[in-house]
């Protein structure tokens, strides 16, 4: 285990310019997506990302804007940003279904997978489902699901509504709370990274809830071979740095970095964060 010093944000450093994402809109079994990909001039393998519940491409586009280099996937959840509502109810089987054949749209075999917060789930799921199309793996801020150490009741509840997308005023008032880190000391970050939140409707947020609903990789998570980077935040209330020691000790090649952060550490330490997974990635 190692961990990142970071004391302050990222606030001073400044992306490569310009936008990272050219969006498509894809028809992949039955269901429109709306899905970023930055080109990236290294080549190699892609990297698709799973963002966390109610985010939408642009979230993490500033991460993406740090790996310039890199081929970048990612795309919005049936009912989430821009992808119109499913049909019927998913679960996150479907979601790696899907993430497959958008790979096949782009003519890849396979990917390096990343997943954050809910997306965590998701890039385990496709790790599992779709093991050969994964060459390595990297889980933030996340945990193995229904079995794992939970956040404080009032964390939850907090976290089971869509409200702070809705109204910036509440986001301010409660993303200490729910993300910690930099949060509890500038709220004002709340405003600034869920700008670009494309708010859809509160269906879409609860299908994502029920997608999880049950779900659990505890019990298999012992049999990934990828090797995997497991990263979290040394102060996340919502998800407890135990539950990133656990995954640790039972994917057999992982490892854990540790940022003196809260939750959303790729938000407010973008170019360490970078740094950490390019490195990770490009070791042989």
């Not at 302050?8 to 969006?23: C, E, K, L, R, S």
């Not at 997978?113 to 801020?141: D, E, T």
Request: net charge positive; proline share 7%.
């Amino acid at each position: 285990m190692s961990e990142t010093d970071a004391p302050t944000a990222d606030a001073q450093a400044a992306p490569p310019p310009g936008h990272a994402f050219v969006i498509d809109v894809l028809h992949v079994r039955g269901q429109q997506l709306r899905v970023g990909r930055q080109d990236g001039a290294g080549g190699g393998v892609p990297l698709l990302l799973f963002n966390g519940i109610g985010g939408n491409i642009e979230l993490l586009e500033p991460l993406a804007r740090w790996m310039p280099q890199r081929e970048v996937i990612t795309f919005d959840i049936p009912g989430v940003g821009h992808s119109p509502m499913p049909s019927w109810p998913y679960r996150l089987q479907g979601i790696a279904k899907l993430a497959a054949s958008v790979l096949d749209q782009y003519g890849h075999e396979r990917a390096d997978v990343l997943g954050i917060s809910w997306g965590g789930g998701a890039a385990q799921q496709f790790a599992r489902s779709h093991a050969a199309r994964c060459r390595r793996l990297i889980l933030c801020a996340t945990a193995t699901g229904m079995l794992m150490v939970p956040s404080h009741p009032k964390v939850a509840l907090k976290m089971a509504t869509p409200r702070r997308f809705m109204s910036k005023t509440y986001a301010r008032q409660v993303s200490g709370d729910i993300y910690g880190g930099d949060y509890r000391r500038r709220p004002e970050l709340a405003g600034e990274h869920f700008k670009h939140i494309k708010w859809q409707s509160r269906l879409g947020y609860y299908l994502q809830i029920a997608a999880m609903a049950g779900w659990t990789s505890v019990h298999w998570l012992h049999r990934l071979q990828q090797p995997t980077l497991i990263m979290a935040g040394a102060h996340d209330p919502l998800v407890p740095l135990v539950n990133a020691k656990l995954m640790n000790v039972l994917i057999p090649h992982s490892r854990l970095e540790v940022f003196d952060c809260g939750h959303l550490f790729l938000l407010t330490r973008p170019e360490r964060s970078a740094r950490v997974i390019n490195q990770f990635l490009d070791q042989p």
